[in-house]
T-cell receptor, first 113, second 114 residues
């Protein structure tokens, strides 16, 4: 199994631009999670999906952030417009069950100038 | 509120010495407990978990953790530290309640010196 796949691995963009992060979960997993990691705030859960349906998006910082999961093998996290304070590492994780072990992707390191 | 605490931001040990990374939690019911490790520029990697049964859980790379229900703790341990164990360690708890995802601690940086 290839594990959770994220792309791009690195993204540098200018303030105001749209950013789209992509995630392919482990095949067969029914939960998908998006996290953000910064030095100041640590690891934050942004949103999670169950069977492609968003369940809890209370961690999404503001309306500039949106996430979709059009099918069981693909999810996107979009930031529009991006701001410098969005600079962080964004992780995607998947699991087979909500209380079960989550498997993380390698992350996308985002820098907004 | 349900929470996980890792009271130490950093733990420093010498190679060959035993190490302990502490974790306490505050959740109701019978939680599931996890430890993850993050190496620089990598994603979080699962180390071990406690679901039920024996309070001492063994995981990857020689790590183990002891579940203590009365003290609501789940400390990570290793008898002999390696320099390569230096990383960021996260404790996580699942309240095992419908609709509640894993709650992660803030992480503890382990530094093993040679």
């Amino acid at each position: 199994d290839a594990g959770v796949i994220q792309s791009p691995r690195h993204e540098v963009t200018e303030m105001g631009q749209e950013v789209t992060l992509r995630c392919k979960p482990i095949s067969g997993h029914d939960y998908l999670f998006w996290y953000r990691q910064t030095m100041m705030r640590g690891l934050e859960l942004l949103i999670y999906f169950n069977n492609n349906v968003p369940i809890d998006d209370s961690g999404m910082p503001e309306d500039r952030f949106s996430a979709k999961m059009p099918n069981a093998s693909f999810s996107t996290l979009k930031i529009q417009p991006s701001e410098p304070r969005d600079s962080a590492v964004y992780f995607c994780a998947s699991s087979l069950g909500l209380a079960k072990t989550q498997y993380f992707g390698p992350g996308t390191r985002l820098l907004v100038l | 509120a349900q929470s996980v605490a890792q009271p130490e931001d950093q733990v420093n040990v010498a190679e060959g010495n035993p190490l302990t990374v502490k974790c306490t939690y505050s959740v109701s019911g019978n939680p599931y407990l996890f430890w993850y490790v993050q190496y620089p520029n990598r994603g979080l990697q699962f180390l071990l978990k406690y679901i039920t049964g024996d309070n001492l859980v063994k995981g990857s790379y020689g790590f183990e953790a002891e579940f203590n229900k009365s003290q609501t703790s789940f400390h990570l341990k290793k008898p002999s530290a390696l320099v390569s164990d230096s990383a960021l360690y996260f404790c996580a708890v699942s309240p095992n309640q419908a609709g509640t995802a894993l709650i992660f601690g803030k992480g503890t940086t382990l530094s093993v010196s040679s």
